[in-house]
């Protein structure tokens, strides 16, 4: 853990030895009463906690805040076929830690549905990782992450202004390192399931203004797709 977090409702009381951020601060940091360390609150400011007391169950904690809040996140949201769970876990730490706003997972025509009812949606997990890839990347800010929503839905949800790509090996136009982003428009990229787009799909992604872009003739696995279209796209916003 680069930064350390903690949510709002947590900072006035004690936290538990068993917790994971206690064992990072006294093992891994190797903190003593009196010493700081990199804390932040999530989607709040960052700052510095202090270790004031430690005993057998209990570690208290003090905080101080920046006054200035992390940047915003990158005005990019990602819709994707909902891909089985391990990679939507790839996906997930991967958007998070590069500043990614907002996250889809919708359900296509060619997506697998049993994969919505994993787990890994369930029991919470899925903003675990949220919190363990802002904290890798030293920011508060974690995206929106929504997994219920078909690919209709959320295409009927996009905002206007919104510049859109998705990424298509098979009837892509143009390469994406070539497309052209409209100034500071937000931007919106589709990643088909691990099936790929269906003729609908395709269809619907058109209907709504989306450019059918490849990264290359090389067939790459959704969660590395995902990364090089984003650092592709903070590139051209000069957010790298």
């Not at 990643?191 to 490849?214: K, M, N, Q, V």
Request: proline share 7%; charged share 20%.
């Amino acid at each position: 853990m680069n930064l350390i977090l903690f949510e709002p409702a947590e900072i006035a009381g004690p936290l538990s030895r068993h917790d994971t951020r206690a064992a990072h601060i006294l093992d891994v940091l190797r903190r003593k009463p009196g010493d700081t360390f990199d804390a932040g609150l999530v989607n709040g400011p960052r700052g510095k906690g202090t270790l004031a007391t430690v005993n057998a169950e209990l570690l208290t904690l003090t905080f101080t805040w920046d006054a200035l809040p992390p940047p915003p996140l990158a005005p990019i949201t990602l819709l994707v076929g909902l891909p089985r769970p391990q990679t939507v876990r790839k996906i997930l730490h991967a958007a998070t830690e590069l500043g990614v706003a907002v996250v889809h997972f919708v359900a296509t025509e060619k997506s697998e549905p049993g994969y919505a009812q994993s787990t890994l949606w369930s029991s919470g997990e899925w903003r675990r990782h949220l919190l363990e890839a802002a904290q890798q990347a030293f920011d508060t800010r974690l995206p929106e992450v929504t997994h219920d929503r078909s690919l209709a839905a959320a295409l009927a949800a996009l905002a206007k202004n919104f510049t859109r790509f998705a990424l298509d090996n098979y009837e892509a136009t143009a390469p994406f390192s070539e497309c052209h982003l409209m100034g500071d428009a937000p931007v919106a990229l589709a990643f088909g399931p691990e099936r790929g787009w269906s003729r609908l799909d395709r269809e619907a992604l058109r209907a709504h203004g989306f450019t059918l872009a490849h990264l290359g003739a090389r067939v790459l696995r959704t969660e590395t797709a995902t990364v090089a279209a984003i650092a592709l796209v903070k590139a051209r916003l000069r957010l790298l």
